[in-house]
C-alpha cells in the first residue's frame, strides 16, 4: 500500500511541500523497497555501533534494534503501508520506527547520511546478488558436466562458420560451456571480493564528527573492511557497474547457447530433444514444439546489456560526490538481476532435460568431407609431406569425392592414387569419425580420454564445494600445489572463507587453472 502525506523528515529548510510531479519523480520507494532487508540490516548494525561508541544509550539502541525487527517482519508479511511522500525505503523505515519507539527513532541517524545508508543498502543487495549468481552458476555446470559425462565420446560435427568442419564429442562441446561458465563464475567472485567494502559512516560525503566506529559496522555487515575515502563511498557504483559487466558477459554466453538449442532441435537437425517442461505449442499448428525458454533467454541479454550500458550513462559525467542521478541506478540491475538469474535457471533446466539424440550426431559428424584434415595429417605423418602440399593434396581429394557425389572414405584407393600415387589403404584408418575424434589427444583437445579427464576433476571441485561451505575454489595462475596467494587480502576470484590452503591445482577452468581451498 501507498499514501501520499507530506514528507516532514526534511526539517525546516521547506516553507512548502513539493509539487506532485516533483514527488513523482523524486520518490524511489516503488522500487527501492526491494532493499528493505538490507535497509534494516544496515540500521541495527549501525544503532549497535552507536551504542558501542556511547553516542546513544544502550537502551535506546536496543529499542531501536528491537523495533526495526518489528518494521522488518511487517513488511515480510505485506502489512507495511509504503508511503510515496516519504520518498524512499530509508524514510519509510525510519518513520514507521518513530511511530513504534517514540523519540529514540529520531536518534538513529546521528552520525550518518542517506548517501552512505543508500549506498551500503546497493552493496548488501548487489552482494546478495553475486552470491545468487554464483550459486546458480555452479548449478548449471553441474548440468553440463552431466551432460559431458554421458557424452564423451559421442561424435558430432563441429561448427566454425556454421559449416561442418572436423568432429567432435558431445561431451567436448559441453565442456566447452563449462569452460565459459568458469569464467563467468570467476568474474563473480572477482567482483565480489572487490565490492566487499561497507560505505556506512561516511555520511553525506566528508564523515562525520561523531567518534564512530567504522571497523564494527563493517565487521557486522560481512564486509571486509570500511570504504577508505568518504567521497568515494558515497558515489561509487562501480560495484553495480561490474555486476552488470559480469551478468552481460554471462547473459552473452546463455545466448550462444540458446541459439545452438534453437537450431538443434529444429526438424533440420535432430540433434537434440527438449523437454515438454521447457518447451511450448501452437495455437494454429498442432504439430509445433517450439524452443521458447531458449528464445527467451536468447533475448534477455538485450535487457542486460541495455541496463549496463545504462547505468554507464548515467555515471559517465557525474562530479563528486553523490548526485540525485544515482537514484536510477537500481532499477537497471535489479531488472538485470531478475532477468539473469530467471536466465540461468530455465538453461539449467533445459540442459538437465534435453536428450542428444546420437545417432543423428553421429550422421550429421561424417557429412561434409569432415575428416578431410586427418587426411592431411595422415600424409605429412605417413607420407613426410609439408602440410602445404598435403593442403593441396586433400583439396583435390575432396573436389573428386564431390564430383562423384560421395565422401572421402567412398573414394577407392585407385581414385585416391589418382591424386597421389603413394597413398596407401591405411589412410582408410584415419577417415573414420571415431578414429579421428580419438586422435586428438592434445591438451584441452576433443579426445574422449581428454574430455573425461578434465570433467572428472572440474566435476569433483563443484560437487566438493557444493557438499562443503568452508570450501572455497581458488582460480588464478598457480601452480600444482600452489594456488595464487591472496592480492591486498582477497584471493582471486574468491569469495570470503579466510586463509586458504591450496590442496591440488592446475586443473584449467575459464581459462585459468583451478585449485581446492578449504576455509581455514
Not at 127 to 149: C, H, K, S, T
Not at 262 to 291: C, E, H, Y
Request: net charge negative; aromatic share 6%.
Amino acid at each position: 500500500m501507498t499514501d501520499n502525506t507530506s514528507n516532514q523528515m526534511w526539517g525546516g529548510r521547506f516553507a512548502a511541500g513539493p509539487d506532485a510531479i516533483m514527488e513523482a519523480i523524486n520518490a524511489s520507494i516503488s522500487f527501492d523497497k526491494r532493499m528493505a532487508a538490507q535497509d534494516i540490516a544496515g540500521s541495527r548494525a549501525h544503532a549497535a555501533m552507536l551504542a558501542a561508541t556511547g553516542i546513544v544509550s544502550d537502551s535506546d539502541a536496543a529499542a531501536m534494534r528491537e523495533g526495526l525487527l518489528t518494521v522488518l517482519s511487517e513488511i515480510e508479511a505485506g502489512k507495511f503501508q509504503f508511503s510515496t511522500a516519504l520518498e524512499d525505503i530509508h524514510m519509510n523505515v525510519e518513520a514507521r520506527l518513530k511511530d513504534l519507539i517514540g523519540a529514540p527513532a529520531g536518534r538513529l541517524h546521528t552520525g550518518r547520511s542517506r548517501n552512505d545508508q543508500v549506498a551500503t543498502d546497493f552493496r548488501l543487495w548487489v552482494r546478495d546478488q553475486l552470491d545468487a549468481v554464483d550459486q546458480a552458476l555452479q548449478a548449471l555446470m553441474r548440468a553440463l558436466l552431466a551432460q559431458a559425462e554421458a557424452g564423451a565420446d559421442w561424435v558430432m560435427p563441429g561448427f566454425p562458420h556454421l559449416q561442418t568442419a572436423q568432429p567432435v564429442t558431445w561431451g567436448h562441446h559441453m565442456m566447452a560451456y563449462v569452460e565459459m561458465f568458469g569464467r563467468d563464475l570467476s568474474r563473480v567472485r572477482d567482483a565480489r571480493a572487490r565490492m566487499n567494502e561497507c560505505p556506512l559512516g561516511a555520511a553525506a560525503l566528508a564523515g562525520t564528527s561523531f567518534p564512530i566506529d567504522r571497523d564494527m559496522t563493517a565487521k557486522a555487515l560481512g564486509f571486509d573492511r570500511p570504504c577508505a575515502n568518504s567521497l568515494d563511498a558515497v558515489s561509487d557504483r562501480d560495484f553495480a557497474l561490474e555486476f552488470l559487466g559480469a551478468a552481460s558477459i554471462c547473459a552473452m554466453h546463455l545466448s550462444r547457447f540458446a541459439e545452438e538449442l534453437v537450431i538443434w532441435s529444429s526438424a533440420q537437425f535432430r540433434f537434440v530433444a527438449l523437454s515438454d517442461r521447457f518447451s511450448t505449442g501452437s495455437s494454429i499448428m498442432p504439430q509445433k514444439k517450439n524452443p521458447d525458454a531458449a528464445e527467451l533467454i536468447r533475448a534477455k541479454v538485450g535487457r542486460i546489456f541495455g541496463a549496463n550500458v545504462a547505468l554507464m550513462m548515467v555515471m559517465k559525467g557525474l562530479p563528486l560526490a553523490y548526485s540525485k542521478d544515482m537514484q536510477e541506478d537500481k532499477e537497471q540491475v535489479f531488472d538485470a538481476a531478475d532477468n539473469l538469474m530467471l536466465a540461468l535457471a530455465a538453461m539449467e533446466g533445459m540442459v538437465r532435460d534435453m536428450a542428444a539424440r546420437r545417432d543423428n550426431l553421429e550422421a550429421a559428424a561424417g557429412s561434409g568431407f569432415s575428416t578431410a584434415t586427418d587426411l592431411a595429417d595422415w600424409l605429412v605423418r605417413v607420407l613426410d609431406m609439408p602440410f602445404r602440399e598435403a593442403h593441396h593434396v586433400t583439396g583435390a581429394l575432396v573436389a573428386k569425392a564431390e564430383a562423384k557425389g560421395c565422401d572421402l572414405p567412398d573414394l577407392s584407393l585407385s581414385e585416391m592414387q589418382e591424386v597421389h600415387g603413394e597413398i596407401t589403404a591405411a589412410v582408410y584408418d584415419v577417415l573414420g569419425v571415431h578414429n579421428s575424434v580419438a586422435s586428438r589427444v592434445s591438451y584441452g583437445g576433443t579426445a574422449p580420454a581428454q574430455v573425461r579427464a578434465v570433467e572428472g576433476a572440474v566435476g569433483m571441485i563443484l560437487r566438493m564445494a557444493f557438499a562443503l561451505l568452508s570450501l572455497t575454489v581458488l582460480t588464478g595462475c598457480g601452480v600444482d600445489g600452489e594456488p595464487v596467494r591472496p592480492t591486498a587480502g582477497v584471493n582471486v576470484g574468491v569469495g570470503t572463507h579466510g586463509v586458504n590452503v591450496g590442496v591440488g591445482g592446475g586443473v584449467r577452468v575459464g581459462g585459468v587453472n583451478v585449485g581446492v581451498g578449504v576455509g581455514l
